[in-house]
């Protein structure tokens, strides 16, 4: 059979004999020497227009199926944050599960109600992050216990980048969001106390070093923190810098802070629940000023090696003072910053503080967090940055613990020996 006996074909292959070319099999018959059918050419693109005008159309189709079913979720999320407090009572229901409708607080049928909820699922360590990161953060609804008496605390540790202003400005606003009254004094030359709560410190502002070396009383140079209802700030300017040496023929001068906060609680501060008192990362005359105007004193140690080392020296400063200035200070918390749970050496100090000083410490430690580090540069604390990051709700928890100590401290205080031994 040749091609000539076949309707309709196009190409033939013969044997390329006598060809120069011998990788090719045959040669192309020309489609003129080839009858073709037009009737069959048409029916064949009437065919092929049809899958074409078909495919569109699927695709229309399904274009339009998936814009209606955005429209309707978006409908949905619009009826359930206009509904009035939420409740999903009224005429506005929910479709779901092939269609059947039911009440929006009330979970999907073949669901129980835990599950239905984000974030309930506490079992798992990603279902308790998940559930702390998006509940509702109201510290009105949570207060802490106000102390007995007012507590003035040093935040003290002569090594350099162990989170002294960092947590004394989170404990600060952590303490004033959850109903405290809470004053900060940034002695500090570097100021970052000041810059962590958002006050004004450019040179020439009005100053802890005029407190010191001027006579101007605290009142006179006392800033309110912006956002923050109950936290005042004392701010520190570069001037502060040559306090130490101008300090030095001061008359009675380790007690010029004290003097100056003294005065300062019986008249405008006489409602404040804290005093807190940011000190620079050294041991001369501003820090000795710092303990001198205390009770007590808040050391916080990062989870490396180096910061132990400095702890000791740091300890023996607080007994001198303790010995010849003021018998009443102590080391009253310990917190632990810049853990890093990923480390074997982290845990290790970790459980050499806890293991000395006993319930000194925290119960709460305070996690690397990029969110701490970032918050200072917005003039924010990280507590009122991003409220529910790890580093915040560890310092909200320490601050909380804090709380506690001192009520619980005050109490005990106030019992009688007999009420003690009955307890």
């Given amino acids: 059979m040749t091609s000539e006996d076949v309707p309709g074909a196009a190409v033939a292959f013969v044997p390329g004999e006598g060809r120069d070319d011998e990788d090719l099999p045959g040669e192309v018959v020309d489609d003129a020497d080839v009858p073709v059918d037009p009737g069959a050419l048409d029916e064949a693109a009437r065919r092929i227009r049809g899958l074409v005008r078909a495919s569109d159309d699927r695709a229309s189709d399904d274009r339009a199926s998936d814009d209606r079913a955005s429209d309707d979720r978006a409908s949905d999320d619009r009826t359930k944050d206009d509904r009035p407090g939420g409740d999903g009572k009224g005429e506005h229901r929910l ?49 802490f216990p106000r102390p007995a008496t007012r507590r003035v605390i040093t935040v ?161 400063t607080v007994d001198l003072v303790k010995v010849h200035l003021n018998a009443d200070l102590a080391v009253s918390t310990i917190l632990l910053t810049m853990y890093d749970a990923r480390t074997r050496l982290a845990d290790q100090v970790a459980h050499e503080v806890r293991t000395h000083f006993g319930d000194t410490v925290l119960g709460a430690a305070i996690p690397r967090s990029v969110r701490v580090s970032e918050a200072p540069g917005y003039g924010l604390s990280v507590v009122t940055y991003d409220p529910g990051s790890r580093g915040a709700r560890a310092y909200v928890e320490a601050a909380r613990e804090l709380a506690r100590k001192g009520a619980l401290a005050a109490h005990d205080t106030l019992e009688t020996p007999e009420q003690q031994e009955a307890t």
């Avoid at 506490?122 to 702390?132: C, L, N, V, Y």
């Avoid at 629940?273 to 303990?291: Q, R």
Wanted: charged letters at 20%; hydrophobic letters at 40%; a negative charge.
């Fill in 156 to 316: 003290a540790n002569q090594k350099g980048g162990v989170g002294k202003t960092t947590s004394t400005v989170n404990l600060a606003v952590a303490l004033a969001q959850h109903g405290a009254k809470v004053l900060v004094i940034d002695l500090d030359p570097q100021g970052n106390a000041s810059t962590g709560l958002g006050v004004s410190h450019h040179a020439g502002t009005p100053d802890v070093y005029d407190v010191l070396i001027n006579g101007l009383q605290i009142q006179d140079v006392v800033q309110p923190v912006p956002g923050i209802d109950g936290c005042w700030c004392v701010p520190a300017t570069i001037d502060l810098a040559g306090a130490e040496i101008e300090l030095v023929s001061v008359v009675a001068r380790e007690t010029r802070l004290k003097r100056a906060i003294e005065a300062y609680v019986q008249g405008p501060g006489a409602d404040l629940d804290y005093v807190f008192i940011d000190c620079p990362p050294s041991l001369g005359l501003l820090t000795l000023n710092a303990m001198v105007a205390t009770r007590e004193v808040l050391i916080p140690i990062q989870c490396e090696y180096y910061a132990l080392e400095g702890l000791g020296q740091l300890l023996k």
């Fill in 95 to 143: 479709s779901v599960d092939g269609g059947a409708a039911h009440r929006p607080d009330q979970p999907a049928p073949g669901l129980d109600a835990p599950s239905a909820t984000f974030g309930q699922d506490e079992d798992t360590p990603i279902g308790a992050e998940a559930a702390a990161a998006v509940a509702p953060v109201d510290p009105r609804q949570d207060p």
